[in-house]
Each structure stands twice: as C-alpha cells, then as structure tokens.
C-alpha cells in the first residue's frame, strides 16, 4: 500500500501541502498498485491519459503526517473509467483528500482513444479486482 | 494577462503537460490576477483555502506552446465562492483546459473559514468585477 | 527578460522558495533566452543535457519578490559548455541565488554528446553573444 | 533505505528525470534517514537550510527503475557542514547521480547560522554515525 510521509519540500506558504501536489501523490499511488500491470500497457503503446480530476481537499496534511492511499476503479464506461482515490492520514485517520481520476486508454500509434472492451476491458477488469482487493489487507 | 510557455520541465513522459503541473499554471493565473489585492488578505492573515477543484483536460499542450488563461470568479456563496478558469493554447487558439476551483477564505488568526459577507464580500465583488473587466481587454 | 514573482506554491515548510524549485527557475530563464535558438537544436534532435550543477543559496527568496535572471554562456570547451546564471532579487538588488550550469549537447539520434565544433561551436558563439548584449540591456 | 520508482510525472520532455527533481530526490533521501532527529531540530526551531548544492549527473534515470540513496555527512565544519550522496539504479548498479550537498543550521528564534560545536556538534555526530552504520547494511 502506497504511503508517502509529508515532507518541508511538499508544504506551501500556508505550511499545507500544497494543492497540485497532491495530484502527484494520487499519480504515485495509481502507478505504485498498477505496478504489475505498467508493462502490458506500455508494451502496447497505450496511455492512461486523465481527462478530468474531480477532487476535495478536506483536511490540510502537515509536516511530517503519513499519509495513505486507497485507490480504486469505481466504474468502467464505453470510451473512459474513473479511478476514485481516497487519502487518509494514518496518525488521526481523517480523509486529507478524495478523488475521482477520469481516464481514457490512448493507443499512441493509432493516436486515438481506445474502446474499452473485447480483451482490453477484461485486463481493465482484471486490475479492478487486484485493487478490491488490495483494499481489503 | 498570464502567459506561460511549455517547456520541456513542465511536460511528463508522455510529452504532455503532467496533469499536476495544470494545478500550478492555475494558481499562477489567480495569484496573476489578483496582485493588486493580494495584500489586502496577507496583512488580514486570511487564506485562499481550496476545497475543490473539478478540471477538464481538454487538449494536451506541447512543448513551446504560449499557454494564455482566462480567470473569472463564477460564484460568491455565503461561506465559498468558485474560480472559473480556461487555459487555452495561444497557436490554436484551442481550449487546453478548463477547471472550476472551489475556495473558502480562512481566518488564520481564529483558525476558521470566514462567512463571505460585509466589507469581505464587497472585497471579493470588486476582485470579480475587476476580472471581469481584465477578460474584455 | 526573465522574471518570475515568488508564488505560495514555490515556498516550502521554512517559507523559502525550495532548493529544488530555483533549478526550475533557473531552466525557465535558460529556455527564455535561448527561444530564437530553441528550434535550430529541436530540429537536429540535438537535446541540451545536464551534467553538473553548481549552485550557491545566497539568500532566500520570499513571497511576492521579483526575481530576475542573468544567463550568459561563460565558457566553451571542447565537449561541454558552461552557462553563468545569477538570480537577483528586484526590491532588495540582493544576489539570490548565482549558480554554473555544465552541459553537453546530446545527439539523440546518434546517441552520444557531440564535439563543440564547425558550425555547432559557431552557433553556440552565435548564442553567447547574443545573450551578453542581453544582460547590457 | 530510501528507494524511489521513476515514474512518468518525474520525466521532462527528454523522457529522463528532470535536472530539478533530482533536489527533491535528495531532500526526500536526507529526510528519510534523519526521520529519528528530525524532531530534535523541529523543537529547537533549527532549520536545515541549504547553502551550495554541487551535483553530477552521470547517467539518465528511466521509466520504471528503482533509485536507492546512500547519504552521509561527509563534513562538519565549524560554521556548515556536508552532506554527501549518491543515487544508484538497483537494475544496472549504475551511478545516477552524485552530490554534495552543504548546509547551515539556522536558529529560526534567533535568525541567525549557529555554530557547529557543544551540544549541537554531539547531535550532528551521532547522526553522522547512524547514517554510516545505515550505509552498511
């Protein structure tokens, strides 16, 4: 399970973790559980390209706080899927942020998004389970 | 008017923008625009606080494009208000991407968001007609 | 000329702009005044590749402040070049940051950093010109 | 030990890491194996401020490969000391990236660089010992 321990070069000047930031955490966590799976996409030239971020920042993180991550894959569409991310502070358990993550599968030699079905849709699922269940540790 | 230029430090493996990077470009257009007023709310010890950002990726932006961004506060609620922003490529004139960022302002001295009413809520009513009047230019 | 105002989100937890950050200052300045010559080295696949960086933090950098850059390629050897680069900032006239910045330039299709002469080393003393005449301005 | 995965985010548009985020790199490293004293100098109000960074980069870090940090004091000064460090990539053995990275403690109470000697020099040489006893393992 990704963790990431809040460091001085992750505040801003209100001493929070800055909000962008948090992004690149959600970024890590995403490839840190997909980690067995990177190289079939990569193999293939396919992206995971966001195409929406929707997230709440609930509570600021501070110096030195552990923060961990749930990572999920709440749903799976026709064209796209949307990865929902939570953060929680392991000292005090409170949500720092929540996140749903909007993705397309990008076929970089075809130069367009991917349909997510037939064998591509079975891996998409495949990953799903790996991370239910990563959860449940 | 902000105008930022991808370069190569912005873009992530992919040769894109990092999704994360956006985050910064966004809040340099608030901090941009809003420089004449910045003061007012540093000597009151009162934070921009973000609490949501909800952001479309659009477009990828390349290396060397001239990024241009239009800021507008879209909403003043009683305890938040909502930034609109759209960063649009320069050369194609192509929305790249555009986001609405949810903020709260933040007593630092009382440690708590403040009601936006009174002198505050005629502060921020001036910041956004004075947005308003920056984006005709 | 470059200049970059000192944002919250490039402060850390001292409330300095971040050691890490200024390397990115210094890359934006280096890519600014390089932009008539960005297109000459893009074209060839000719990448400009760091090898060593040697930076001194002279003061800290403090929200708001106006920094602004001197660039010059101060020396040309045989197989890398240095360039001079100076971080002053505009309210106090203090030094910042004053750092030397070694590269190559990297052949990428060939694959290996390329001798600085003929009509690369002429266009190199082409650069070098042009950016002392800047810093007279 | 301090171990980061290259991830897409940490590439610029060389597809290698980016010369800046190397900084954070080694900031991430030297917060790691002092996370035992960093409480010490947290109470006492002592930042660790950076003074000069000198830094080889000798070879491109890729997608997917795992970083390791050796970090020592290599130097204590009467005024500053020296931090010393390498990046190796566990898949090749390869050095990534060497540095030397000289600092100051700075007494934020009394806004001023405070000796290296008495009880302060003690500490110091303690954490000198337990990083090269960590060095070890």
Redesign the interface.
Known sequence: MTQI?V?????????HV????Y??FL??AR??CM?DD?DYF?QKKI?W?????????RQ?AL??QHLVFDTQISKLGSKSGVVSQVIRCRETDNVIVDALVTFVLFD?KQNKALALDGQLLEKLVSCQGKLAALSKV
């Open positions: 321990i460091r001085g070069y992750h505040l801003d000047g209100y001493q800055n909000n962008a930031r992004l690149e970024e890590e490839w840190d980690s990177i990569t992206a390209v966001i195409v929406n971020v929707n997230i709440n920042y600021p110096l030195g970089m």
